[in-house]
C-alpha cells in the first residue's frame, strides 16, 4: 500500500491497463488448454447450436407391411415360397419371429443374400437384423400335405405365421376340376384358372395367423356310387332360461355308419328364431337355408365319418312369468336319433317342470361334456330323450328385484391436522370399488370448505347439490378381471372451522360421510403439542397401530381385514409392526400454522369454479394419535371426543399432587408408631392421587414418584427404629440386671454384719 501511495493518478492509469493486458493473455493461453473465454451472449448460442434432443424411441422396433406366398403343390408335400417386406426402425439388433419352428426350411435369403435363421425352444423361426430400414426377406420351405380318409379331399395348412396387413396367396395344384377353399380370405377374391394338368388359385388373406387351402373334386364330378347313407345323430341341447326368453344351444353329432352325406335337415317348432349356425369349431356355416321351418345345411363335399352342427336358436315366452314348454327339434333322414336336455337359469327367475312325456329325468352330473362346457350357472334339470315326439313344460316365475350395492368402499384412510388458530384441514382417502355409480357423494363437517380432489391420480372437478349440500365426486367404473373389479382411489382435501382450544375442555373431531358403505376407517389425529389429550371416545376405536386392508399406502396396515367386497380374513405381514406415526412429531408447531395459513392464502388465491384442482400434501407434525372402526354403513357420521387440558397447567397439577404426597406421606412416617392413628392419613394419600390421575393421565407419573419416595422413606424410617427399640430393649435388661446384682450384693453384706 505505501508503494501504490507513492504512485501517482497517470501512472496508476498505466498501470491498471498493463494488468488487464496481462489477465487477457493469461485467458488466451488458459484457453489453449480447454477453456472457454467469451461474452455470456456467445456462450449461450454456441450451447444452443450444440444441444441435441434425445432419440424418440419407436412403440415397435420392426414392421413387417406384407406377406406374398407362393405354394406348388406335389403328391405329398408342397414347395412354399414366402416373400415378406420388412421396416426396421432402430440401430440396434432386433429378434424378428418368421415362420413356424416345425416346417422344413430349405433356404432364407434377405436383400439378395443368403441369411441363417434359428429357433429359441423349438417355436418359430427367427432372424437377427440390426440395419435400420426397409428389407425383403425370402424363406422357401417345404409343407406336408394331407389327404382325408376318404381320399376326396387335400389340405395344406400353414399355421403360426407373422401378422401382416397385407397378405396374398397363389398355390399351384397338379389336378383340374376341382374346388378350392382358403380360410380365412376374402371369398369373393378367390381367382381360379385352369389349364390341362394342373389348376392355380390366388387369394388376399384376411390378417391373422396363418391359412389353410383345402380342395375337393368337384361334386358332379363324383360319380362313385355307393350304398346308401346310414347315420345316427345324438342331439346336446342346453337352454337358458331368462326374463322372457329361452336361449337355446344344441350340439348335434352326426355319426355316418355307411355312405356319405352331403346336406342335413333339422326341423325347429314354430316360434322358435334361429340366430347362428356353427361348425365344431365355431366357424359360421355359410350354405345353409330356412324354409317351412326346416334348415337344410349343406356341405361343400361329401362327409363320410362324423360331422358336428352347432345351433343357436331362440323361443319367446311372452313374459317374465310364464308357463311354456322347451322348443323341441328334430334331426331328419337319420337312423334313429337320442339326445340329452339340460336346463339352467341365466338370471334370478324361479324353474319348476310342470309335466314332462316322452323324456327321462336323469341327475345333471349325468349330462354330456357338449352342455356342462356351454352353461354359466348350475345346471337344475337334467332330461335324456329316445325317440319323437317328447315334452318338457316349465313354469317360470320372475321375483320382484331387490337393491344391491353396485359400489363399496374397501378401505378409507382419513389424515387431519388441528391447530391452535381454530383450522383443521384433512385429507381423505377412499379406495373404491365402482360398477357403475356415478357420484361419490360426501357430507363434510360443517363450516368446511373443499380444496381439492383426485380419482385414480388424476384431478377432477367436484360439485355440490344444492338440496342436500353434499359434494358430488364423479366416479370412474373399475377395471377388473374374471368378474373381480380392482379399487382405485378417490382423494379429497378439505379445510374446517374449529372452536379452537382453551385451557381446558373437550372438542369433537367429526370425519366426513359417505353415502356407501366403508368396510374399515383408520383415522390419523395430529393434534397440537401444547395439550395433553386425556380421554378419547366417540365412535372410533383408539389403537396403537392400524391393522387391516393396504392397498400402498403411507399409513401402516399390517394384516387385511374382512371386506364388503371380500368379507374373508387373509393375514399378511406382522401385526407387531408398529405404526410409526405414533411417535410425537417434531414440536413445530408455530411452524405448521404458518405453513397452513400460506397453503390457505394460495389456494384462496388461486380457487376458481370449473379449473381442475391442484394436489395438496399435508403437513404432517403434532402429536399422533390413531384410530380405527370396522364396518360402517352409508351416511353414517362418526366423530371422537377428546378431552384435554393445557400442558403446563397439567404439569403443575401433578407437583401439586406430589407436594400433597410428600408432606402428607412423611407426616404420616413421623408418626409410624401409631400406625392406627394414621390410617386415614395414608387413605387420603393413595385415593386422591389415583382418582386425579383417572382424570389426568399425566399426574400418575408425579403421584408414583410420590409414592416411591414415600415407601422409601417410611422403609428407611422403619428399620430405624426396629434398630433403636433393639438397642433400648437391650439397655433396658442390662440395667434391670445391675440392680438385681447390686440388690443381693447389698443382702449379703447386711447378712454379714449381722
Partial sequence: MKILNKINGTNKIKLGIIFLIFINLLAVNASADGMLCGTLSDLEKMFAANATTPPDVPPAFYIISKANYDIIVNDDFAETSAVYDIEILTDNWVKIRLINGKFAIKNARIDGMDTSLFTERGMNYLILNNKKGKHKLEINFLV??????????KT??????????????????????????????????IEESFSPD?????????????????????????????????VYAEVNSLVSVGEGVMKCYSVIDYSIAQGSAGQFRVQVPGGVSVLEVTDLYGNPIKDYKIEDNIILIQTPYDITQNYKIILNYEKDMGGTSAVSSIPEIKVLDVERETGYIGIEARTNVEISVVESSGAARVDVNELPQDIWSRSKNPLLFGYKYLKHPYSVTLDIKKHEDIPVLVAAVDYAEIITLFTEDEKSITKATYYIKNNRKQFLEVTLPKDSEIWSAFVSGAPVKPARDNESGKILIPLS??????????????????ISNTSGFGYFGSNDFEIPSVDIP??????????????????FEGDLEEVDYFIGYKPGISLSATRPAATISQMQASNVGDENIIYEAKEDGAK??????????????????????????????IPQSGKAYTFTKLLVVEDKKLNVGASY?????????????????????????????????????????????????????????YATFGWVLVVLSAAIYGAYLIVRGYA??????????????????????????K
Wanted: cysteine-free.
Fill in 198 to 230: 394342373k389348376t392355380i388359385a390366388t387369394a388376399t388373406l384376411v390378417s391373422g395367423s396363418g391359412f389353410s387351402v383345402v380342395w375337393h373334386p368337384k361334386r358332379e364330378k363324383i360319380i362313385k356310387e355307393k350304398l346308401p347313407a346310414k
Fill in 518 to 535: 366403508v368396510s374399515q376407517v383408520n383415522l390419523l389425529l395430529y393434534l397440537p403439542e401444547d395439550y395433553d389429550f386425556i380421554k
Fill in 144 to 153: 406336408e400335405v394331407n389327404e382325408d380318409i376318404s381320399g376326396d379331399s
Fill in 728 to 753: 433400648g430393649k437391650r439397655g433396658k435388661i442390662g440395667h434391670e440386671k445391675g440392680k438385681i446384682e447390686e440388690n443381693e450384693v447389698g443382702k449379703a453384706e447386711e447378712k454379714n454384719e
Fill in 645 to 701: 387440558i393445557d400442558s403446563g397447567i397439567h404439569i403443575w397439577i401433578g407437583r401439586i399432587v406430589l407436594l400433597f404426597i410428600l408432606f402428607a406421606g412423611f407426616y404420616a412416617v413421623r408418626n409410624l408408631r401409631n400406625l392406627r392413628g394414621q390410617l386415614i392419613k395414608i387413605l387420603l394419600i393413595i385415593i386422591v392421587p389415583s382418582i386425579i390421575s383417572y382424570f389426568l393421565s399425566g399426574v400418575w407419573y
Fill in 477 to 494: 367404473r373399475s377395471q377388473g378381471y374374471e368378474g373381480s373389479l380392482y379399487a382405485f382411489p378417490v382423494e379429497f382435501v378439505y
Fill in 588 to 617: 413445530i408447531g408455530a411452524k405448521v400454522n404458518a405453513e397452513i395459513q400460506q397453503v390457505q392464502q394460495d389456494i384462496l388465491e388461486a380457487t376458481e369454479k370449473g379449473i381442475l384442482p391442484v394436489r395438496i400434501n
Fill in 156 to 189: 395344406v395348412k400353414l399355421a403360426d405365421l407373422p401378422e401382416t396387413s397385407i397378405s396374398t396367396l397363389r398355390i399351384e395344384i397338379p389336378e383340374t376340376d376341382i374346388g378350392i377353399e382358403i380360410e380365412p380370405s376374402f371369398g369373393p377374391g
